[in-house]
Protein backbone atom coordinates (compact mmCIF):
# COMPACT_ATOMS: atom_id res chain seq x y z
CA UNK A 1 0.00 0.00 0.00
CA UNK A 2 1.59 3.21 -1.05
CA UNK A 3 1.89 6.63 1.44
CA UNK A 4 -1.37 7.93 -0.89
CA UNK A 5 -3.60 4.81 0.04
CA UNK A 6 -2.74 4.75 3.73
CA UNK A 7 -3.93 8.87 3.47
CA UNK A 8 -6.65 7.79 1.93
CA UNK A 9 -7.74 4.72 4.49
CA UNK A 10 -6.56 6.88 7.13
CA UNK A 11 -9.64 9.19 6.13
CA UNK A 12 -11.85 7.13 5.50
CA UNK A 13 -11.44 5.27 9.40
CA UNK A 14 -11.62 8.43 11.02
CA UNK A 15 -14.82 9.12 12.72
CA UNK A 16 -17.46 11.77 11.85
CA UNK A 17 -17.84 14.86 13.68
CA UNK A 18 -19.17 14.76 17.27
CA UNK A 19 -22.88 14.41 16.84
CA UNK A 20 -23.70 18.16 18.67
CA UNK A 21 -22.67 19.57 15.41
CA UNK A 22 -24.84 17.65 13.21
CA UNK A 23 -27.47 18.16 15.48
CA UNK A 24 -26.89 22.02 15.92
CA UNK A 25 -26.05 21.78 11.83
CA UNK A 26 -29.83 20.11 11.56
CA UNK A 27 -31.24 22.56 14.07
CA UNK A 28 -30.29 25.68 12.21
CA UNK A 29 -31.29 24.21 8.84
CA UNK A 30 -34.87 24.00 9.57
CA UNK A 31 -36.57 27.13 8.49
CA UNK A 32 -38.50 26.94 11.50
CA UNK A 33 -35.69 26.94 13.59
CA UNK A 34 -35.46 29.27 16.34
CA UNK A 35 -32.81 30.85 18.61
CA UNK A 36 -34.22 29.18 21.92
CA UNK A 37 -34.54 26.08 19.88
CA UNK A 38 -31.11 25.94 18.70
CA UNK A 39 -29.75 27.32 22.46
CA UNK A 40 -31.57 24.24 24.15
CA UNK A 41 -28.95 21.94 21.80
CA UNK A 42 -26.28 23.72 22.79
CA UNK A 43 -26.99 23.79 26.53
CA UNK A 44 -27.07 19.78 26.57
CA UNK A 45 -23.18 20.28 26.87
CA UNK A 46 -22.91 22.03 29.97
CA UNK A 47 -19.00 22.10 29.30
CA UNK A 48 -19.19 23.11 25.89
CA UNK A 49 -22.25 25.75 26.42
CA UNK A 50 -19.32 27.59 28.61
CA UNK A 51 -16.61 27.54 26.09
CA UNK A 52 -18.53 28.82 23.27
CA UNK A 53 -20.13 31.49 25.60
CA UNK A 54 -16.00 33.01 26.59
CA UNK A 55 -15.17 32.39 22.56
CA UNK A 56 -18.19 34.68 21.88
CA UNK A 57 -17.48 37.29 24.36
CA UNK A 58 -13.45 37.26 22.48
CA UNK A 59 -12.37 40.95 22.15
CA UNK A 60 -12.19 40.10 18.09
CA UNK A 61 -16.07 39.88 17.60
CA UNK A 62 -16.47 42.76 19.29
CA UNK A 63 -18.89 41.99 21.95
CA UNK A 64 -16.36 41.72 24.89
CA UNK A 65 -18.10 40.49 27.93
CA UNK A 66 -21.57 41.68 27.04
CA UNK A 67 -22.81 38.37 25.72
CA UNK A 68 -24.02 35.92 29.17
CA UNK A 69 -26.39 33.40 27.48
CA UNK A 70 -26.48 31.01 24.31
CA UNK A 71 -29.35 33.01 23.17
CA UNK A 72 -27.74 36.12 23.60
CA UNK A 73 -24.84 34.95 21.31
CA UNK A 74 -26.72 33.40 18.62
CA UNK A 75 -28.61 36.74 18.56
CA UNK A 76 -25.63 39.12 18.86
CA UNK A 77 -23.35 36.62 16.38
CA UNK A 78 -25.95 34.84 14.22
CA UNK A 79 -26.55 30.86 13.88
CA UNK A 80 -23.83 30.95 11.44
CA UNK A 81 -21.00 32.12 13.76
CA UNK A 82 -22.29 30.55 16.84
CA UNK A 83 -22.66 26.79 14.55
CA UNK A 84 -18.19 28.02 13.54
CA UNK A 85 -17.46 28.30 16.78
CA UNK A 86 -18.92 25.36 17.43
CA UNK A 87 -17.14 23.58 14.79
CA UNK A 88 -13.81 25.51 15.48
CA UNK A 89 -14.20 23.95 19.35
CA UNK A 90 -15.12 20.75 18.43
CA UNK A 91 -12.51 20.08 15.42
CA UNK A 92 -9.23 21.41 18.10
CA UNK A 93 -10.97 19.05 20.34
CA UNK A 94 -10.54 16.00 17.60
CA UNK A 95 -7.67 15.82 16.75
CA UNK A 96 -5.70 14.18 19.72
CA UNK A 97 -3.18 16.84 21.68
CA UNK A 98 -0.84 14.21 22.42
CA UNK A 99 1.14 13.06 19.03
CA UNK A 100 4.36 15.39 19.65
CA UNK A 101 6.96 15.34 16.77
CA UNK A 102 9.76 16.71 17.23
CA UNK A 103 9.19 20.74 17.98
CA UNK A 104 5.85 20.21 16.48
CA UNK A 105 3.31 20.16 19.06
CA UNK A 106 -0.28 20.37 17.92
CA UNK A 107 -0.89 23.03 20.55
CA UNK A 108 1.13 25.41 19.06
CA UNK A 109 -0.37 24.47 15.30
CA UNK A 110 -4.06 25.15 16.66
CA UNK A 111 -2.19 28.82 18.30
CA UNK A 112 -1.23 29.07 15.13
CA UNK A 113 -4.56 28.57 13.27
CA UNK A 114 -6.68 30.85 15.54
CA UNK A 115 -4.32 33.52 15.36
CA UNK A 116 -5.13 32.81 11.49
CA UNK A 117 -8.05 32.72 12.32
CA UNK A 118 -8.33 36.22 14.03
CA UNK A 119 -6.08 37.93 11.28
CA UNK A 120 -8.80 36.72 8.43
CA UNK A 121 -11.60 38.23 10.51
CA UNK A 122 -10.03 41.24 11.18
CA UNK A 123 -9.11 41.68 7.17
CA UNK A 124 -12.56 40.91 6.53
CA UNK A 125 -13.80 43.66 8.90
CA UNK A 126 -11.25 45.78 6.98
CA UNK A 127 -12.16 45.45 3.80
CA UNK A 128 -15.72 45.88 4.49
CA UNK A 129 -16.90 42.39 3.72
CA UNK A 130 -20.70 42.05 4.78
CA UNK A 131 -21.15 38.35 6.01
CA UNK A 132 -17.90 37.42 7.90
CA UNK A 133 -19.36 34.78 9.54
CA UNK A 134 -16.45 31.96 8.00
CA UNK A 135 -14.38 33.97 8.32
CA UNK A 136 -12.79 32.83 11.92
CA UNK A 137 -13.31 29.67 11.03
CA UNK A 138 -11.50 29.60 7.28
CA UNK A 139 -8.42 31.06 9.16
CA UNK A 140 -8.57 28.12 11.77
CA UNK A 141 -9.69 25.04 9.83
CA UNK A 142 -6.60 26.21 6.64
CA UNK A 143 -3.80 23.53 7.81
CA UNK A 144 -5.91 21.03 8.65
CA UNK A 145 -4.07 18.81 6.36
CA UNK A 146 -1.10 18.75 8.58
CA UNK A 147 -3.32 17.46 11.44
CA UNK A 148 -4.65 14.61 9.04
CA UNK A 149 -0.87 13.21 8.33
CA UNK A 150 0.29 13.58 12.25
CA UNK A 151 -2.79 11.62 12.56
CA UNK A 152 -2.41 8.93 10.19
CA UNK A 153 1.29 8.95 8.98
CA UNK A 154 3.25 9.85 12.23
CA UNK A 155 6.02 8.06 11.43
CA UNK A 156 6.26 9.70 7.45
CA UNK A 157 5.10 13.31 9.02
CA UNK A 158 8.21 13.10 11.65
CA UNK A 159 10.98 12.68 8.07
CA UNK A 160 8.89 15.35 7.22
CA UNK A 161 9.69 17.86 10.12
CA UNK A 162 13.19 16.73 10.16
CA UNK A 163 13.97 17.47 6.31
CA UNK A 164 12.35 21.45 7.73
CA UNK A 165 14.96 21.65 10.10
CA UNK A 166 18.04 20.64 8.23
CA UNK A 167 17.20 21.68 5.22
CA UNK A 168 15.24 24.99 5.94
CA UNK A 169 12.59 24.71 3.81
CA UNK A 170 8.99 24.94 4.30
CA UNK A 171 6.79 22.41 4.88
CA UNK A 172 4.96 22.66 1.93
CA UNK A 173 7.96 21.69 0.00
CA UNK A 174 9.01 19.11 2.45
CA UNK A 175 6.01 17.46 2.61
CA UNK A 176 5.72 16.95 -1.51
CA UNK A 177 9.40 15.98 -0.94
CA UNK A 178 8.49 13.23 0.99
CA UNK A 179 4.90 12.28 0.81
CA UNK A 180 4.32 13.30 -2.83
CA UNK A 181 1.47 15.65 -1.85
CA UNK A 182 1.29 18.45 0.73
CA UNK A 183 -1.50 18.99 3.23
CA UNK A 184 -3.71 20.96 1.08
CA UNK A 185 -4.72 18.05 -0.52
CA UNK A 186 -4.90 16.11 2.31
CA UNK A 187 -6.84 19.09 3.90
CA UNK A 188 -9.38 18.44 1.08
CA UNK A 189 -9.75 14.83 1.48
CA UNK A 190 -11.30 15.88 5.23
CA UNK A 191 -13.36 18.73 3.91
CA UNK A 192 -14.95 16.05 1.18
CA UNK A 193 -15.01 13.44 4.44
CA UNK A 194 -17.15 16.05 6.70
CA UNK A 195 -19.09 17.67 3.67
CA UNK A 196 -17.72 21.25 4.77
CA UNK A 197 -19.20 24.26 2.58
CA UNK A 198 -17.85 24.90 -0.80
CA UNK A 199 -16.09 28.43 0.14
CA UNK A 200 -14.39 26.65 3.30
CA UNK A 201 -12.89 23.66 0.69
CA UNK A 202 -11.19 26.60 -1.52
CA UNK A 203 -9.44 27.97 2.05
CA UNK A 204 -8.54 24.99 2.42
CA UNK A 205 -7.48 23.91 -0.89
CA UNK A 206 -5.74 26.73 -2.39
CA UNK A 207 -4.60 29.09 0.71
CA UNK A 208 -1.13 29.04 -0.35
CA UNK A 209 -2.14 30.50 -3.73
CA UNK A 210 -4.48 33.13 -2.38
CA UNK A 211 -6.92 32.22 -4.97
CA UNK A 212 -9.37 30.14 -6.70
CA UNK A 213 -10.61 30.13 -10.13
CA UNK A 214 -12.98 32.71 -8.72
CA UNK A 215 -10.64 35.76 -8.23
CA UNK A 216 -13.41 37.82 -6.27
CA UNK A 217 -12.66 34.80 -3.77
CA UNK A 218 -11.93 37.10 -0.46
CA UNK A 219 -12.01 34.58 1.64
CA UNK A 220 -9.25 32.56 0.31
CA UNK A 221 -6.91 36.04 -0.20
CA UNK A 222 -7.85 36.91 3.35
CA UNK A 223 -6.64 33.35 4.78
CA UNK A 224 -3.57 33.89 2.42
CA UNK A 225 -2.29 37.13 3.72
CA UNK A 226 -3.69 36.29 7.63
CA UNK A 227 -1.57 33.03 6.98
CA UNK A 228 1.67 35.37 6.62
CA UNK A 229 1.15 37.71 9.23
CA UNK A 230 0.45 35.06 11.69
CA UNK A 231 3.94 33.71 10.72
CA UNK A 232 5.76 37.31 10.62
CA UNK A 233 4.58 37.67 14.37
CA UNK A 234 5.30 34.22 15.42
CA UNK A 235 1.93 33.61 16.46
CA UNK A 236 2.09 29.39 17.30
CA UNK A 237 3.73 27.57 15.09
CA UNK A 238 3.05 26.39 11.54
CA UNK A 239 6.06 23.46 10.86
CA UNK A 240 8.22 25.87 9.90
CA UNK A 241 9.48 29.53 10.53
CA UNK A 242 9.39 31.42 6.91
CA UNK A 243 7.27 33.73 5.80
CA UNK A 244 5.86 32.88 2.50
CA UNK A 245 5.83 35.68 -0.46
CA UNK A 246 2.15 37.06 -1.05
CA UNK A 247 0.37 36.33 -4.34
CA UNK A 248 0.96 39.56 -5.77
CA UNK A 249 -2.92 39.12 -6.85
CA UNK A 250 -4.28 39.17 -3.49
CA UNK A 251 -3.30 42.61 -3.18
CA UNK A 252 -6.66 43.79 -6.03
CA UNK A 253 -8.60 41.21 -4.68
CA UNK A 254 -8.48 42.68 -0.83
CA UNK A 255 -7.85 46.28 -1.69
CA UNK A 256 -6.65 47.08 1.79
CA UNK A 257 -5.98 50.45 3.66
CA UNK A 258 -2.78 52.08 3.31
CA UNK A 259 -0.92 51.35 6.37
CA UNK A 260 -2.95 48.42 7.63
CA UNK A 261 -0.52 45.62 8.80
CA UNK A 262 1.25 48.16 10.91
CA UNK A 263 -1.85 49.43 12.44
CA UNK A 264 -3.40 46.40 13.64
CA UNK A 265 -0.39 44.41 14.70
CA UNK A 266 -0.94 45.34 18.58
CA UNK A 267 -4.47 44.79 18.44
CA UNK A 268 -4.12 41.39 16.67
CA UNK A 269 -1.77 40.32 19.20
CA UNK A 270 -3.61 41.46 22.38
CA UNK A 271 -6.92 39.56 20.37
CA UNK A 272 -4.31 36.58 19.77
CA UNK A 273 -3.59 36.02 23.78
CA UNK A 274 -6.47 36.27 24.86
CA UNK A 275 -8.41 33.88 22.54
CA UNK A 276 -5.80 30.99 22.60
CA UNK A 277 -5.94 30.60 26.49
CA UNK A 278 -10.16 30.75 25.67
CA UNK A 279 -9.78 28.50 23.23
CA UNK A 280 -6.95 25.41 24.10
CA UNK A 281 -7.78 25.60 27.93
CA UNK B 1 3.18 62.53 9.10
CA UNK B 2 0.45 60.52 8.61
CA UNK B 3 -0.69 57.57 10.71
CA UNK B 4 -3.22 55.07 10.21
CA UNK B 5 -5.28 53.55 13.24
CA UNK B 6 -7.76 51.15 13.62
CA UNK B 7 -11.03 52.55 14.61
CA UNK B 8 -11.47 50.70 17.94
CA UNK B 9 -7.97 53.14 18.36
CA UNK B 10 -10.10 56.20 17.83
CA UNK B 11 -9.43 59.35 20.32
CA UNK B 12 -11.45 62.77 20.27
CA UNK B 13 -9.33 65.79 18.92
CA UNK B 14 -7.43 63.48 16.47
CA UNK B 15 -7.36 65.35 12.88
CA UNK B 16 -7.82 63.35 9.78
CA UNK B 17 -4.90 63.71 7.66
CA UNK B 18 -6.75 63.09 4.29
CA UNK B 19 -10.16 63.00 3.35
CA UNK B 20 -12.27 59.93 4.43
CA UNK B 21 -13.58 58.02 1.68
CA UNK B 22 -16.32 54.70 1.33
CA UNK B 23 -15.57 52.04 -0.37
CA UNK B 24 -17.29 53.28 -3.37
CA UNK B 25 -14.44 56.07 -3.29
CA UNK B 26 -16.88 59.04 -1.92
CA UNK B 27 -15.81 61.59 0.17
CA UNK B 28 -17.90 61.45 3.61
CA UNK B 29 -15.25 63.96 5.85
CA UNK B 30 -12.91 66.28 4.32
CA UNK B 31 -9.14 66.66 5.29
CA UNK B 32 -7.82 68.22 8.42
CA UNK B 33 -11.50 67.89 10.13
CA UNK B 34 -10.66 67.38 14.13
CA UNK B 35 -12.56 64.21 15.43
CA UNK B 36 -15.21 64.92 17.85
CA UNK B 37 -16.84 61.86 20.04
CA UNK B 38 -20.21 61.50 17.87
CA UNK B 39 -17.98 60.58 14.82
CA UNK B 40 -17.09 57.47 16.36
CA UNK B 41 -20.39 55.95 16.25
CA UNK B 42 -21.12 57.61 12.56
CA UNK B 43 -17.51 56.06 11.26
CA UNK B 44 -18.82 52.47 12.54
CA UNK B 45 -22.55 53.18 10.77
CA UNK B 46 -20.61 54.08 7.61
CA UNK B 47 -18.54 50.39 7.95
CA UNK B 48 -15.44 52.45 8.54
CA UNK B 49 -12.32 50.48 9.79
CA UNK B 50 -9.72 52.35 9.49
CA UNK B 51 -8.56 56.29 9.92
CA UNK B 52 -5.46 58.28 8.31
CA UNK B 53 -4.95 60.61 10.67
CA UNK B 54 -1.91 63.32 11.29
CA UNK B 55 0.54 62.00 13.86
CA UNK B 56 3.34 63.62 15.28
CA UNK B 57 4.89 60.16 16.05
CA UNK B 58 8.34 61.40 14.24
CA UNK B 59 9.26 62.88 17.56
CA UNK B 60 9.64 59.56 18.69
CA UNK B 61 13.21 58.28 19.85
CA UNK B 62 15.81 57.36 16.98
CA UNK B 63 16.25 53.31 16.74
CA UNK B 64 19.29 52.39 18.07
CA UNK B 65 21.53 51.37 14.90
CA UNK B 66 22.69 48.29 16.84
CA UNK B 67 19.30 47.17 17.44
CA UNK B 68 18.06 47.37 14.00
CA UNK B 69 20.55 45.41 12.52
CA UNK B 70 19.64 42.88 15.01
CA UNK B 71 16.31 43.18 14.19
CA UNK B 72 17.02 42.98 9.94
CA UNK B 73 19.15 39.72 10.59
CA UNK B 74 16.03 37.94 12.57
CA UNK B 75 13.88 39.19 9.46
CA UNK B 76 16.31 37.57 6.83
CA UNK B 77 15.68 34.35 8.26
CA UNK B 78 12.20 34.02 7.74
CA UNK B 79 12.01 35.90 4.65
CA UNK B 80 13.72 35.22 1.28
CA UNK B 81 11.67 37.63 -0.87
CA UNK B 82 11.75 41.70 -1.27
CA UNK B 83 8.31 43.67 -1.21
CA UNK B 84 6.68 44.39 -4.64
CA UNK B 85 4.06 46.77 -3.41
CA UNK B 86 3.45 49.36 -0.97
CA UNK B 87 1.38 46.58 1.14
CA UNK B 88 4.36 43.92 1.32
CA UNK B 89 6.52 47.03 2.47
CA UNK B 90 4.11 47.91 5.30
CA UNK B 91 3.66 43.74 6.18
CA UNK B 92 7.37 43.78 6.65
CA UNK B 93 7.44 47.07 8.70
CA UNK B 94 4.76 45.36 10.42
CA UNK B 95 7.25 42.17 11.26
CA UNK B 96 10.41 44.45 12.08
CA UNK B 97 8.44 46.69 14.46
CA UNK B 98 7.87 43.52 16.23
CA UNK B 99 10.92 42.49 16.39
CA UNK B 100 11.53 45.94 17.35
CA UNK B 101 9.42 46.07 20.65
CA UNK B 102 10.69 41.89 21.73
CA UNK B 103 14.42 43.18 21.49
CA UNK B 104 13.86 46.93 23.48
Known sequence: ?281 | MNKTILLDDFEEGMELAVPLKNKFGQVLLGANVKLEKKHKNLFRTWGIETLVIVSDDEGEEPIDESLMAEAETILAKKIYWTPKNKFEENLIQMGMDNILDKLR
Not at chain 1, 23 to 42: C, G, N, Q
Not at chain 1, 171 to 193: P, T
Open chain 1, 1 to 281: MDLKDKILNGVKKLPTLPTVYSTLSEAIEDPRASSEKVAKVLAADQVSAFKILKVANSPFFGFRGKIDTITQAIMYLGFTEVRNIVFALTVIDFFSKDKVLANFKPVDFWAHSIGVGIATRMIGSAIGEKSVENYFLGGVIHDIGKLLFLEVAHDEYSTVLDLVETENISIRIAEKKILGFDHSYAGMLLAEKWQLPKNLQNVISAHHEGKTGDITDRLVASVHVADIMARMLDLGFAGDRLVHEPDKRVWDILNLPEGYFTSCRKRLIEDFDRTIHIMLV
